[in-house]
């Protein structure tokens, strides 16, 4: 199934002014967000994946096309040249589109209409927030329906409670945010290709889309109470960086092992001579 991940915006809640990064070139580890993102999915052996680049495209380019397997993959060193052990995107399908500096997400999506033509469903991400759901569940729910798409839901993550006042003043009950029968969207997408009916040329994913198919009773909500972080600011991602640091880091899921995980062992003598691989 092939997986579309929004990652042109600007980032503005991480950006320090000096740097041109866009957000999910951000690191966790040693890796920038968008590949942890890309590795989840391909854990569950969805690993065709077309980029909406926008903002600070070079850098994600430049990434990929510089990739460096010995990150995070086992080698051995021979006569200068380096055999890898295993392998963690040689099976990926990475297409990379412009779609335009300031487009908002329904236009990117837009953008690569074609890229999903013909296609029963797809996947969709913002490319800035990690999770541990079980995909196949949320993808068999949505099979299984008519709806045209479906989002993760979780519960809102803000600290704040909320505050139920009495005409006289009086404060009849404080609530944490958390506590409340609401949900957030998670900002990951199960989508038929009836979505680009939605969507105007210049439009927005959840304003014109999901919005409409949810009056039309045609968009579910797949709610997850399991681990979810977004990286919207740079406190959210320093959260995401001790978690890793700390060993925990639930998302990561890919190292839980399993029948799951499609990563392939990498031939026995395979000669990588340099650093692009």
């Known amino acids: 199934m092939k997986v579309v991940l929004f990652c042109g915006g600007y980032g503005m809640r991480m950006r320090d002014g000096l740097s041109d990064v866009p957000k999910p070139m951000h690191h966790v580890g040693p890796r920038p967000l968008i590949w942890h993102v890309m590795r989840y999915y391909a854990h569950f052996g969805h690993t065709d994946f077309v980029l909406c680049l926008g903002y600070g495209a070079h850098h994600i380019k430049n990434y990929f096309l510089d990739y460096a397997e010995t990150t995070s993959n086992d080698f051995v060193l021979r006569g200068g040249s380096v055999e890898l052990l295993g392998s963690d995107i040689q099976d990926w399908t990475i297409t990379f589109v412009d779609t335009g500096m300031n487009s908002p997400i329904g236009e990117r999506l837009r953008r690569v209409r074609e890229l999903v033509a013909g296609e029963e469903m797809f996947l969709a991400n913002y490319s800035d927030v990690l999770t541990d759901l079980p995909l196949d569940d949320m993808i068999e729910e ?136």
């Open 142 to 277: 949505f099979r299984a329906s008519d709806a045209v798409g479906s989002l993760l839901a979780v519960p809102p993550q803000a600290a704040f409670h909320c505050v139920d006042v009495s005409d006289d003043g009086r404060v009849d009950s404080i609530t944490g945010l958390h506590e409340m029968t609401l949900w957030e969207n998670g900002g990951y997408f199960a989508l038929r290709p009836e979505i680009f009916d939605y969507i105007p040329e210049g439009g927005d994913l959840i304003t014109d889309g999901c919005t409409v198919l949810a009056k039309e009773g045609r968009m579910l909500a797949h709610r997850y109470r399991g681990f979810w972080q977004p990286a919207d600011t740079l406190k959210e991602c320093a959260a995401l960086e001790a978690s890793y640091q700390s060993g925990a880091a639930p998302w990561t899921v890919w190292e839980r092992g399993g029948h799951r995980d499609p990563v392939p062992t990498a031939p026995a003598t395979p000669s990588v001579p340099g650093p692009r691989q």
